[in-house]
């Protein structure tokens, strides 16, 4: 069983909800990464996700856009990224996956990316722009290295996507709760229930809602309904207005408020 799966699975059995958090790797420079990594699980972060910038981001907002454009800026390469990992596992065992998109770890090699993503302690990859009915090559290597492939579903998902996702997808299946580009944004749809319930009716994976939610209140609405909820963008717009440790304790307060807010899905379900 995967880091991912172990976390959800203990979740479940304290009928607690998850908290992924998003970075993204290298903003403002892998060191200042490394050391977040910490912070965001000593404040409660259930899963670390890390962004790969990439020069196209085609599915992010303009908030992540510009953290992507700042850490290729610092350098950041997805060699050094792995070396990231490898440094925060030392001292650190929650659950770390990568986000972004293919051409990064086809440029890498897929081969050569699975095993020393493997080696360097990551649980967990989700590539964006990488579809199910594509993903054989990339789905079998991180299989035999351990690796969760992590699946994506939308508002627009049929039934036979749903099954189709879930079948090549492992650890969690990640629901994109808007149609668009990740943002915060005021409000998150209110169909997401229906279509969390329907997801639940085709696999027993755990399912996590993410894209504009940005707020503790947000939060505890999508974990009241879901398995657990992905908040990126009001992480990383802190990344443009703080630095040093008043980031650290900024990032950390947020996480907190929001790890409060999945933990306490009984009181986030009775607020107006």
Do not use: W
Not at 195 to 208: F, Q, S
Not at 223 to 243: I, N, P, R, T
């Amino acid at each position: 069983m995967s880091r991912i799966e172990q976390k959800f699975a203990d979740l479940r059995s304290r009928s607690e909800k998850g908290l992924v958090t998003f970075i993204t790797a290298g903003d403002p420079d892998l060191a200042a990464t490394e050391q977040l990594i910490g912070v965001l699980a000593d404040a409660g972060a259930d899963v670390i996700e890390l962004g790969v910038p990439f020069s196209d981001p085609m599915a992010d907002g303009p908030t992540i856009q510009r953290s992507s454009e700042r850490a290729l800026l610092a350098g950041t390469t997805l060699p050094a990224i792995l070396e990231c990992v490898r440094r925060a596992r030392l001292t650190r065992q929650v659950p770390i996956l990568l986000m972004g998109y293919y051409n990064p770890v086809l440029s890498y090699g897929l081969e050569r990316f699975a095993a020393d993503a493997a080696d360097a302690g990551v649980d967990g990859l989700l590539m964006v722009d990488l579809p199910p009915e594509e993903s054989g090559e990339v789905r079998e290597l991180l299989k035999r290295a351990g690796i969760d492939l992590i699946s994506l579903l939308t508002p627009t998902s049929d039934d036979r996507r749903i099954d189709l996702a879930a079948g090549q997808g492992s650890g969690f299946l990640y629901y994109v709760s808007v149609t668009g580009v990740t943002g915060a944004r005021l409000e998150v749809s209110g169909s997401v229930a229906g279509a969390v319930a329907r997801i639940r009716e085709r696999t027993d994976l755990p399912v996590a809602v993410g894209f504009g939610i940005s707020t503790p209140r947000q939060a505890g609405q999508m974990a009241a309904v879901a398995d657990g909820v992905v908040v990126g963008s009001a992480l990383v717009s802190l990344f443009e207005q703080y630095q040093g440790s008043e980031l650290s304790e900024k990032v950390a307060q947020l996480v907190r408020s929001l790890k409060d807010a999945v933990r306490n899905v009984g009181e986030n379900r009775h607020e107006d």
